[in-house]
C-alpha cells in the first residue's frame, strides 16, 4: 500500500475500503472535532461534519463521513453509545 493511502476498518470485521490519506485524515479532524465534548446521534454527526467541510472537501462528504466514522469506531477512537437513539461519542 503506498502513502497516499490508507485501509480502513470495519468494527464489524467487514472488508474495509482503500481510500486517499489525505481525504481520510481530513475527514477525521473533522468527525472528532465535531464530537469533542458532545455526544451527537448519527445524523446530527453527519450534518454537523457536512456543515464543517461543506465546499472544503473534493469528494462525497457522506460516504466518506460514513467510511471513516466506521473506521474510527473499530480503531475505538470513538465509540456508539448502548441508549436509543444511538449516539457517537470520543473515547
Do not use: C
Amino acid at each position: 500500500m503506498s502513502d497516499g493511502k490508507i485501509l480502513t476498518r470495519h468494527p464489524g470485521g467487514k472488508s474495509g475500503k482503500n481510500i486517499d490519506r489525505k481525504k481520510y485524515d481530513a475527514m477525521a479532524r473533522a468527525i472528532t472535532s465535531v464530537l469533542r465534548g458532545k455526544e451527537l446521534t448519527h445524523t446530527e454527526l453527519m450534518a454537523r461534519v457536512g456543515e464543517k467541510l461543506e465546499g472544503k472537501f473534493d469528494g462525497n462528504i457522506s460516504w466518506y463521513a460514513e467510511t471513516v466514522k466506521l473506521d474510527l469506531e473499530a480503531r475505538r477512537t470513538i465509540e456508539r453509545t448502548a441508549s436509543r437513539p444511538q449516539r457517537y461519542r470520543l473515547v
